[in-house]
Structures are given as structure tokens and as C-alpha cells.
């Protein structure tokens, strides 16, 4: 079946500095969103690509998504306390379902 | 619109013993999942539904049972629990649109703990 996974498993930052995850797909995706869960919530929905080679802006956040439609990153640029939570890529590969990847915990020390 | 409700929040079952996790949406949409997560992991589908009366199995079906007899609802049943089912459960759903796959919506989340 469908596996997605992401790197780095953890990540520490202080803040200000950027940070990155990549997520990378078995098999070709129709399209890919991202989500965000704080520490003791659940996932929200951050941003969807659906387009080869896609690049979307969320104020600190850029969002890609690759040529070949099998691999995604996320970066944050001087991160924030805010930012902390596990970042989850999700793809579909046109059904109906969410293939989950792995997650990226980022913790952000002052 | 209160969104994606999932009763209760917190639950300790003992072994052998069934429960039944509810989730209930306002939103009108057609689609919802159950997913489970496991400490410091992510989210593996259970069991999800495309509309009332259709539902099928995920990644994870096994020692599980749903129903859809309504739109806004959708129970997920453990029976005879096993401390392998410990873990935070977790309700979503989506509206319907051609040609696109729209966001989920979680809910807050049951967490669940086998004795």
C-alpha cells in the first residue's frame, strides 16, 4: 500500500532560525495537504498542492510540492514559539482516503 | 456550528470489555474517517464512510465496527478491548466536491486507555 515519510523525525530549533521537512511518498500523489497539532490537540488543516512543482506561501511558510508528485517540503523561516507541534504531510493518490505520513516534531527554544 | 464532537474525551476500559466511541458532525459533509494515533506517531485510518448507509474499512479495521445510519453520525465500536487498542482516537470529516479533495476537519479526540 501507499506509505508517506517524513524527515527529520524531531527537530529542535531556536527561535528564529528556519526549519525544513520532507515528505516523500511510495507512489504518485493527485495532490498533497499538511497539517499542524499542537501538543495535546488534534491535526488542522494547513494548505493543499495539487499541481507539479506547486509553491505556496502561508506568511512564514512556503509549501512545495515536487515535479514527479511523490515528494513535498515545508519550511518556516525564523521560526517562532508558535510554531511548535508535529507538522503531518497527507497524500491521496485520487481515492477517497488520507495516507498520513510520519510527522516532523518541532520544538522551538527561546 | 460546533464542527467535528467526539464523546467522550477520556476513557479507562479493562480488558474484554466494549465501547462505543461517538462522533457527530454539523457540517453536512458526506465524508468521515476514524483514525487512531499511537504515542509520538501519526494517523492510521480505521474504518471510513462516503455517505449514510456506505462505510469500509482502512488500514487498521481489525477488532473494530462502524455504522452510518445518519449523516451527522458516526459511532466507531470496540469490541472485547485489548490493551493493543490503547491509544487516542480520532473523528473527521470532509465535504464532497468533484474534482477535489477538501480538507478535514478533526475533532477533539478520545483518549483511550485499556487495563
Known amino acids: 500500500g501507499q506509505q508517506v515519510m517524513q524527515i527529520p523525525q524531531y527537530q529542535h530549533v531556536q527561535e528564529g532560525e528556519d526549519f525544513t521537512t520532507y515528505c516523500n511518498s511510495s507512489?504518485?500523489?493527485?495532490?498533497i495537504q499538511w497539517y499542524k497539532q499542537r501538543p495535546g490537540g488534534h491535526p488542522v488543516f494547513l494548505i493543499q498542492?495539487?499541481?507539479?512543482?506547486e509553491v505556496k506561501k502561508q506568511k512564514r511558510l512556503t509549501f512545495q510540492f515536487g515535479e514527479a508528485k511523490k515528494n513535498s517540503s515545508l519550511h518556516i523561516t525564523a521560526t517562532q514559539t508558535t510554531d511548535v507541534g508535529t507538522y503531518f504531510c497527507?497524500?491521496?493518490?485520487?481515492?477517497?482516503?488520507?495516507?498520513f505520513g510520519t510527522g516532523t516534531q518541532l520544538k522551538v527554544e527561546l | 456550528n460546533a464542527g467535528v464532537t467526539q464523546t467522550p474525551k477520556f476513557r479507562i476500559l479493562k480488558i474484554g470489555q466494549s465501547m462505543t466511541l461517538q462522533c457527530t458532525q454539523d457540517?453536512?459533509?458526506?465524508?468521515m474517517y476514524w483514525y487512531r494515533q499511537d504515542p509520538g506517531m501519526g494517523l492510521k485510518l480505521i474504518y471510513y464512510?462516503?455517505?449514510?448507509?456506505?462505510?469500509d474499512k482502512g488500514e487498521v479495521p481489525n477488532g473494530y465496527n462502524v455504522s452510518r445510519s445518519t449523516t451527522e453520525d458516526f459511532p466507531l465500536r470496540l469490541e472485547l478491548a485489548a490493551p493493543s487498542q490503547t491509544s487516542v482516537y480520532f473523528c473527521?470529516?470532509?465535504?464532497?466536491?468533484?474534482?477535489?479533495?477538501?480538507?478535514?476537519?478533526f475533532g477533539d479526540g478520545t483518549r483511550l486507555s485499556i487495563l
Open positions: 498542492l495539487v499541481k507539479s512543482g
Open positions: 507512489t504518485t500523489l493527485s495532490n
Open positions: 473527521a470529516s470532509r465535504k464532497w466536491e468533484q474534482g477535489a479533495n477538501q480538507p478535514q476537519h
Open positions: 457540517m453536512n459533509h458526506n465524508y
Open positions: 464512510s462516503v455517505g449514510a448507509g456506505i462505510t
Open positions: 497527507a497524500g491521496t493518490g485520487g481515492g477517497n482516503k488520507l495516507t
